[in-house]
């Protein structure tokens, strides 16, 4: 199982589907996996249940969400030009594409659990673990922030407060 350095997330129209790119630097221990629309609204349920249950509220990443506009193409050009926190870097498509190995999977299940403070997360597909990532509240928070940036939430009929 692949242990998880860095994380991103990106739409693909054509697919009408997110992909969450592991490690994307490291060619041998890198992963795509494709993620439906069907899965990310289990996934946003369950992300709330933990902001909810283990991270304050999600206090901070509803003043992170509520600060941030979502990622259009435009956006995505200007955002490149600008100076990204440390927490949020940009990628772009072709960095994305140079280290491109394998094939994407298809995202069948997350699972966590929270022990000392700290959620550990387990990527699944067909019942194989693929990936973890071990990280605390403050930083879990900063990547649901991240990654609701790029849902595409009007043409998918979510709603932008899935999370309120």
């Known amino acids: 199982m692949i242990q998880i350095t860095n994380l991103s ?79 949020e870097q940009a990628i772009s498509t072709e960095e994305l594409n140079l280290t491109k190995a394998k094939t994407p999977i298809l995202l069948d299940a997350l699972s966590y659990s929270f022990l000392n403070n700290k959620l550990t997360f387990k990527f699944i597909s067909l019942n194989k673990p693929y990936a973890t990532s071990t990280m605390d509240c403050e930083l879990f928070q900063k990547t649901l922030s991240s990654l609701m940036r790029i849902i595409p939430f009007v043409s998918w009929g979510i709603s932008r407060n899935i999370l309120d």
């Open 9 to 87: 997330f990106s739409y693909n129209q054509r697919e009408d589907r997110l992909i969450f790119t592991i490690n994307h630097n490291n060619y041998n221990e890198r992963l795509d996996f494709f993620v439906t629309r069907k899965k990310i609204i289990e996934l946003l349920n369950g992300f709330d249940s933990i902001l909810i249950n283990f991270c304050d509220n999600g206090k901070l990443f509803k003043q992170l969400y509520n600060n941030q506009t979502p990622l259009t193409k435009e956006l995505e050009l200007k955002n490149e030009e600008k100076q990204k926190s440390k927490w």
